[in-house]
């Protein structure tokens, strides 16, 4: 059975840094194209960082610079360092796995908070 699960969200001071890791379970992880998304509250929920199998990446343009999308195969793990941190980036981070043709997985979101 395919499960994602992410870890590494806590509360962070502005300016401080996290990293995020979503470790994917039931899938050939190395095929799969990966992404982070975020949901704050009242809000949609928004694409972050994507990170294709041939680790091709992208970002919003409101995290460019601060954050780094990355994977390990070995360790069918991806990860998101999250640099400079605002207010704004608080939200509900979630991990993506899509493939072509395939439905997209999950994870279950964890929560980000930047505040003093």
């Known amino acids: 059975q395919m499960q994602l699960v992410e870890s590494g969200g806590g509360l962070v001071q502005p300016g401080g840094s996290l990293r995020l890791s979503c470790a994917a379970s039931?899938?050939?992880?190395?095929?799969?194209?990966m992404g982070w998304y975020r949901q704050a509250p009242g809000k949609q929920r928004e694409l972050v960082a994507t990170i294709t199998s041939t680790n091709s990446t992208n970002y919003a343009d409101s995290v460019k610079g601060r954050f780094t999308i990355s994977r390990d195969n070995a360790k069918n793990t991806v990860y998101l360092q999250m640099n400079s941190l605002k207010p704004d980036d608080t939200a509900v981070y979630y991990c993506?796995?899509?493939?072509?043709?395939?439905?997209?997985?999950w994870g279950q979101g964890t929560q980000v908070t930047v505040s003093s």
């Open positions: 993506k796995a899509g493939r072509l043709g395939f439905s997209d997985y």
């Open positions: 039931g899938i050939i992880f190395s095929i799969y194209a």
